[in-house]
């Protein structure tokens, strides 16, 4: 497996995101009240950038794929869930109890979703991409999830929720999809 050592292979790289993005589950449910806010931002960024970045650079190549078809629908609609589960938080207090409860049900959510992925998805990549074009996928992946620049959350952690028209969520996705889709 040395080369499922090399730091670009895309299987490694979607491995440390999921890492990344379980510890920000973590702290962000065991963050004090008045701290959540800018965690939930924190959390939001890296996984909706690596969500897109998934479905621009790595499931088309799992759909290549014989049977991959089944496994990219199925984890997308998990990821899209996610999403919808984001979006719903987003406009709740977040120093409330049931935003506590909310996170707690989106953290065991995304960590069943990445364990089916990695049993699924990136087992096909290991199984039937050449470790080349698995380089060659973890650098466009890497490009899609920085294609665009990272701002604060625009109302955290002073502001109130609720007095944005469009969320910084959906405002964060579209960004996210246009710069990652011209990569
Ligand atoms: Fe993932």
């Known amino acids: 497996m040395a080369t499922y050592e090399n730091p670009d292979d895309v299987v490694r790289l979607l491995e440390e995101d999921h890492q990344l993005v379980k510890s920000r589950l973590e702290a962000l ?10 965690l939930f931002w924190k959390l939001t960024n890296d996984l909706v950038r690596h969500e897109v970045a998934e479905e621009v650079v790595v499931y088309p190549a799992v759909r290549d794929v014989p049977g991959g078809d089944a496994i990219a629908d199925a984890r997308i609609s998990e990821q899209s869930e996610a999403e919808e589960k984001l979006a719903q938080m987003e406009k709740m207090d977040p120093a409330s109890p049931e935003f506590a409860q909310e996170v707690a049900a989106l953290k065991s959510a995304v960590l069943e979703h990445a364990t089916a992925e990695e049993e699924t998805a990136f087992a096909m990549l290991l199984g039937a991409l050449a470790p080349d074009r698995r380089i060659e996928l973890g650098q466009r992946y890497t490009k899609a999830k920085d294609a665009a620049p990272t701002h604060p959350h625009p109302h955290a952690p002073d502001t109130p929720p609720g007095n944005v028209v469009m969320g910084p969520l959906a405002a964060l996705v579209d960004r996210v999809r246009d710069a990652a889709a011209a990569v």
């Open 29 to 38: 449910a065991a963050a004090p009240a008045d701290g959540r806010a800018e």
